[in-house]
Structure formats: structure tokens, C-alpha cells
């Protein structure tokens, strides 16, 4: 299959070339292993994410396990709706790094008024996705500010992947020569399957990878699997809601200017990815992907965790393997509503070595990065000093941003965390502002 065209005909390379194209189904045995290398990439972000949560909520072991059975209802259940009604995109929606800020600072001292300010900050993103407002944002995402947002997304999340990478950890406080060169073969070991291979094996090149990573950590005595013999075989996640919410005007409004942040990163996935695989019907996948955004809020205050947004690291793996397909996603989404049930499945593949993973997701965000210069510089125009300022420093900037020590954010209240602390929010404001105000081209005389 050839790649999708856009509307204007145009598309990011003429030689990239998709095995699967955005609307067709792959084969289910193979749908199905695409299926799996999504949630190798994704489960450990889930994770990550609820135990952090659940360290400052100071949860039990049994409330710990139910609040993640809860979360991969929520994850699983909105990309299923994102991928067949919402934004119909091969994007992966995970818990919003904004809503998780401002939850883990409230939660423990008020969660029913939590649950209140996150499904009113739901109800306010489908009412925005509905009426047809966003239509107006199309203008904004000039190929500039597309190609920022594709590099932005690669350089804001080295940070999180830096410590897997080397090896950090509490036998290795500076990081492991050894992890890191495992690591560093794992990228290479992608790469040249994405390159050389071709059919089948070239579309699961980080499945692969990533197989062959654990192998090797497990031949060398690296690897460990906690909680795989305690987990039950099945469990039912009961109770499934919270409880009732509560409404508080002071956290309904952090979670409002919370949800901001949700929309900013929302919009910028969606035309990121539209740039790899066609945009198409862009006003509508955009309404419908923030109205699926939006319930996914609702539905999170009623369970007790936070909303999700569509996660920016998608590109980079279509690029990487070659499958545009959302059907593989959607298959994803269902198994995380599995794992949900499953227990002992889950805590095996939670076992997969976070080094093998990141440096998986490194080799996708430098596909990514190349796409993102793709687009800055496919006019064929020469770059003004204009556009150098405009991409040069949105980029350093969300960059410097996603480094700065945790400490320096922690003075700032609640709401203004939510806006300033993630690099790709913060970048993805500065493209805007200066490619359509601040420096604005000049107009001819």
C-alpha cells in the first residue's frame, strides 16, 4: 500500500510507503502481533504512571492494583473510541501528564472534589470538540509549527527515557555501561530490520527488537520478573467507580486551565500525525477526537483516575515499522482492557527491561525527528533568519524546559504546573506565538 494523500495533495516524502494504510486491516495473526508491539511500547508508561500516583495517594497493595486495573479500563477504553469514532488516528491515549500533575497535588486532600474538576473539564472539551468551534485551529498548524511539534515531541521525552537508557537505578545511581550498550544494540538492531528487512518482519522491526533486547538481559541475568508467581491468574476491578464527585470552584478551576494544557497537546498529536499518515478531514477528526477526549474526562471522574490525551510518540513508530493501520491500535486498546482482568499476564509483561523498551522508543523519535526537518524545509524555499527563530527557539526551550529540576516547578500553584511544566506544551505555545504574532513574516509592499 502507498502512502495516504493529503487534501492537498501533498504528503510527508514521496518515498515513504506504508504496508498498511490508515483504513485497511491487516491480517489477524499479524494485526495481532502489531497489536502487541503497541502495548510493549505503551504498557510501561501505564505503569510508571500508576505507581506514581499511587505512591502519593499512599494506597495499599490491593487499592494499588485496583486503581491500575481502573486506569487500563480508562486507557483501553479510550483508544478503542479514539481509533473507531474519535479521530480514527493509529494514536495511542494515555493518561495526560497535565491531569496527572494536578491529581497527584489534590487527590490526597480532596478526591471526591478531584473527580468533580475532572469531569468538568471533560464536559467543556466535548462541548468544544462539538460545536464545531475547533475548525478555527486549522489555520494555525502551518508546516513550521507541524514539523516543531514532530521534533519537540522527540526532544521533551529523552529526558524520561534518559535513566532506562543508562541503567539507573539503585544499584547503578549513575547508570550501567553494560544496560546502556544492550540499550544501544537494541537501536541498531532496529534500525537495520526497519531498513533491510522487508513484508512482514520490516513492520514488527521493534517487536523484534525488543525480543531480542529481553533475551539477551535474560541471558546475562538482567532480567527480573516481580510479582509474576503472586498475581492471580484473573481479577475482577471492583469497585469500578470512586465513588460520588464533589465540586469545588478552586479545583475545578485548576483542572479547567489543566485541560487547556489536554487540548494543546491533543491538537498537536492529532496534526502531527496527520502529517505521516494523510489530512485528511482534519476539522472533523479534530471535533470528534477532543469530544472522545473530553468523555474520556467524564468517564476518568467517575472512576477515580485522571483523563487522557493522545499521546505524540505514534509518528515515530509508524514511521519505524511501516503499518499505518488503526485497526492494530484499536486491537491494542482491547487487550489493555484485558490485562485489566488478567493479572499474571500483565505483571509478565510489565517485566520487559525499561532499557529494552526506551531504546525502542528512541528508535521511533529519530524517524520522527528526520519527519519533522522533513517538513520544516520541504517548500524548497531557502530558511530566513525568521524561521530559524521561529523553530530554533520553541525547541530549546520546551527542551530546557522538560530538564529543569522538579524542585524549581514545585513554588509555582497547581494550575500554572500544569501549563509550565511539560517542555511539549510549553514549545508548542512558543511555535504558535511567534510564527502567527511575534514574528509574523512581514507583509510585501
Not at 469497585?239 to 485548576?254: H, W
Not at 500525525?273 to 470528534?288: A, I, K, N
Not at 523553530?391 to 500554572?416: K, R
Request: net charge positive.
Amino acid at each position: 500500500m502507498t502512502d495516504e494523500v493529503r487534501a492537498d495533495g501533498a504528503t510527508l516524502t514521496e518515498h515513504t510507503i506504508f504496508r498498511y494504510g490508515l483504513n485497511d486491516t491487516p491480517p489477524w495473526i499479524h494485526c495481532l502481533v502489531y497489536a502487541l508491539q503497541w502495548l510493549l511500547i505503551f504498557l510501561p508508561t501505564l505503569t510508571v504512571l500508576s505507581v506514581i500516583s499511587s505512591q502519593y495517594l499512599h494506597l495499599d497493595r490491593a487499592a494499588e492494583v485496583l486503581f491500575f486495573q481502573r486506569i487500563l479500563l480508562m486507557t483501553g477504553g479510550a483508544i478503542i473510541l479514539q481509533t473507531l469514532v474519535g479521530h480514527r488516528y493509529p494514536l495511542l491515549d494515555g493518561p495526560a501528564s497535565a491531569l496527572l500533575l494536578s491529581f497527584i497535588i489534590l487527590a490526597p486532600g480532596d478526591a471526591a472534589a478531584v473527580q468533580g474538576g475532572m469531569m468538568v473539564g471533560g464536559v467543556l472539551l466535548l462541548l468544544l470538540g462539538s460545536s464545531g468551534l475547533l475548525r478555527h485551529v486549522r489555520p494555525l498548524f502551518t508546516d513550521t509549527v507541524v514539523g516543531v511539534i514532530l521534533i519537540l515531541i522527540a526532544t521533551t521525552l529523552l529526558p524520561y527515557l534518559i535513566p532506562s537508557i543508562v541503567g539507573q537505578g539503585q544499584d547503578f545511581p549513575a547508570g550501567d555501561p553494560l544496560i546502556f550498550g544492550i540499550a544501544c544494540t537494541v537501536m541498531l538492531i532496529i534500525a537495520i530490520l526497519s531498513h533491510w528487512c522487508t513484508g512482514f518482519p520490516q513492520t514488527i522491526s521493534l517487536f523484534l527488537g525488543i525480543l531480542f533486547g529481553t533475551l539477551i538481559m535474560a541471558a546475562l541475568g538482567r532480567l527480573e520478573a516481580p510479582g509474576v508467581s503472586e498475581s492471580p491468574w484473573f481479577s475482577w476491578p471492583w469497585p469500578v467507580t470512586a465513588g460520588l464527585p464533589r465540586f469545588s470552584c478552586s479545583i475545578t478551576l485548576t483542572f479547567v486551565l489543566a485541560y487547556l494544557a489536554v487540548l494543546i497537546n491533543g491538537v498537536g498529536s492529532i496534526y502531527s500525525l496527520g502529517e505521516v499518515v494523510g489530512r485528511t478531514h482534519m476539522t472533523q477528526r479534530l471535533g470528534r477526537g477532543i469530544s472522545v477526549t473530553g468523555i474520556a474526562g467524564i468517564a476518568a471522574g467517575f472512576l477515580g483516575v485522571f483523563g487522557t490525551v493522545s499521546y505524540a510518540m505514534s509518528p515515530g513508530v509508524i514511521l519505524v515499522t511501516r503499518v499505518s493501520s488503526r485497526i492494530p491500535v484499536t486491537v491494542c486498546g482491547i487487550m489493555l482492557v484485558g490485562l485489566a482482568f488478567f493479572q499474571k499476564i500483565l505483571a509478565f509483561l510489565a517485566s520487559i527491561p525499561p532499557a529494552v523498551v526506551a531504546a525502542a522508543l528512541v528508535t521511533g523519535l529519530a524517524a520522527q525527528l528526520g519527519a519533522g526537518i522533513s517538513i520544516l524545509t520541504r517548500s524548497g524555499r531557502g530558511l530566513a533568519s525568521r524561521d530559524y527563530l521561529v523553530a530554533g527557539l520553541p525547541i530549546l526551550l520546551g527542551s530546557v524546559v522538560s530538564i529543569v529540576p522538579e524542585a524549581f516547578f514545585q513554588s509555582f500553584p497547581a494550575s500554572v504546573q500544569a501549563l509550565t511544566k511539560n517542555g511539549l506544551i510549553v514549545g508548542i505555545v512558543m511555535v504558535l506565538a511567534l510564527e502567527h504574532l511575534v514574528l509574523r513574516p512581514r507583509r510585501q509592499r
